[in-house]
DNA sequence: AACCATCTCAACCGCACCATG
DNA sequence: TCATGGTGCGGTTGAGATGGT
């Protein structure tokens, strides 16, 4: 597919108009991945709008800037948003918002772009399922009280069902294995180096009470260390006793694969007592 | 098989900021 | 100080993929 489109700008000289209406948009062809690809191996990053003239792409220098970063950098991790993955960005956007490129950072071979989407499809998706903003107290207390803990249960569940990790070692879109890499150490962003992910439990009236049954606090160390040691002991998340009761999930949304399996039946069950 | 709805994500756009002359 | 160009970021779009009927 050759979805060639011209910039429609007002020609300022013959020279611009005929360089402008060269210019491509679109989708990359594998011709022109590779000319970048090979113009970067040998000559760098650079100004990324005389890369792309010296290279010979008729793109802007913003799209070639784009493609590097976003698809053809030999570091860029492919594969599903892990667990682990997934909570960094649930924490780290509840603090800095929708700051993709600074959540980005801490997310190696991630690109902001990615970070977005997934935001805006998978996270944004479940609030529409509750029914309540993204933005919206509820949301971010389901976040906190029921989705982050749960995807703690299930870090600690992979991690202790096998002594390495397999949240690592992704490939990337060459198809090349990216070295397993645990989150980078924050260059002096925060000023203890320490990140601290706090928990507290569902106020829930599971087992008749409505105190918060427990809290844990995980100190993530430089976002450095296995995740085994990142969460040291059980969330008590006090659905030990839990008694499903008898609900009927035809008709929603809770009785479907949400293709995370994100949400469990116990979840539904909370959230309907919560919201 | 065909159609439609929904989802995913690569790519683009507009804006703000910064460096340089 | 101002104009210009380059860069980065967040928001948005739309083509292709996928799933349901």
New binding site residues.
């Given amino acids: 597919?050759e979805?060639v489109?011209n910039?429609k700008t007002t020609p300022t000289s013959s020279d611009q108009e005929s360089e402008i209406d060269d210019l491509?948009?679109?989708?990359?062809t594998v011709d022109e991945?590779l000319v970048l690809i090979n113009y970067i191996a040998t000559h760098g990053?650079?100004?990324?709008?005389?890369?792309?003239r010296c290279a010979g792409l008729k793109?802007?220098?913003?799209?070639c800037?784009?493609?590097w970063?976003?698809?053809?950098r030999p570091d860029v991790r492919?594969g599903?948003?892990t667990p682990e993955e997934q909570l960094l960005i649930l924490e780290l956007h509840s603090r800095?918002?929708?700051?993709?490129?600074?959540?980005?950072?801490h997310l190696p071979g991630r690109?902001?772009?990615?970070i977005?989407?997934?935001?805006?499809?998978?996270v944004q998706?479940h609030a529409?399922q509750l029914k309540c903003d993204v933005n919206s107290k509820k949301f971010k207390d389901v976040m906190k009280h029921l989705w982050m803990p749960r995807l703690v249960e299930r870090i600690r569940a992979a991690n202790s069902g096998s002594s390495s990790s397999s949240a690592y070692g992704c490939s990337n879109?060459a198809g090349g294995l990216v070295t397993a890499c645990p989150v980078q150490p924050e260059p002096s962003t925060e000023s203890s180096g320490v990140t601290q992910l706090s928990y507290s439990t569902p106020v829930t009236e599971v087992e008749g009470s409505t105190e918060n049954l427990s809290a844990d606090t995980i100190q993530v160390e430089d976002y450095g260390m296995p995740w085994e040691e990142l969460v040291p002991s059980p969330v008590g998340l006090g659905y030990d006793n839990f008694e499903l009761p008898e609900l009927d999930f035809q008709g929603t949304c809770w009785g479907?694969?949400l293709?995370?399996n994100l949400w469990s039946m116990e979840d539904f069950w909370l959230i309907q007592q919560q919201l």
Avoid: V
């Fill in positions: 597919m979805a489109m910039y491509r948009r679109g989708p990359w991945d990053e650079g100004r990324w709008n005389s890369l792309a793109r802007t220098g913003k799209s800037r784009l493609r970063l976003n698809y053809l492919r599903n948003i800095w918002g929708n700051r993709w490129s600074k959540i980005a950072q690109t902001d772009n990615e977005k989407n997934y935001w805006r499809t998978r998706k529409k879109r479907e694969d293709g995370e």
